[in-house]
């Protein structure tokens, strides 16, 4: 995933038009990169226990942060699984992919 990544990232520097599959990947990357930031987030906000939830923790407030932003269209369940049919080679096209 990575490797398309970067691949996609060079062609879009060439000023090249950059593939659906290349998109793919870039969304995808964005996608998991938000899940495991959220799982961090998780684990630091366990940790720390009442800390985390005082008024003004800055934990806390990544906390939230993280979490809503986790729930946007742009990087939700169903752009990763339409990501997955992309790489997969069932859609040739995805609007607003």
Known sequence: MWDAFGAALETSR???EVTIGERAAMRLA???ATDVAREVADFAHDAAGTVAIRDGSPLHRAFLDLHT???HAFINERVTI????VMLGLRA???GL
Do not use: Q
């Not at 339409?82 to 049919?85: M, P, S, T, V, Y």
């Open 14 to 16: 060439r000023g090249d």
């Open 30 to 32: 964005t996608c998991h």
């Open 69 to 71: 932003g986790s729930l």
């Open 82 to 85: 339409d990501c997955a049919e």
């Open 93 to 95: 096209e995805v609007p």
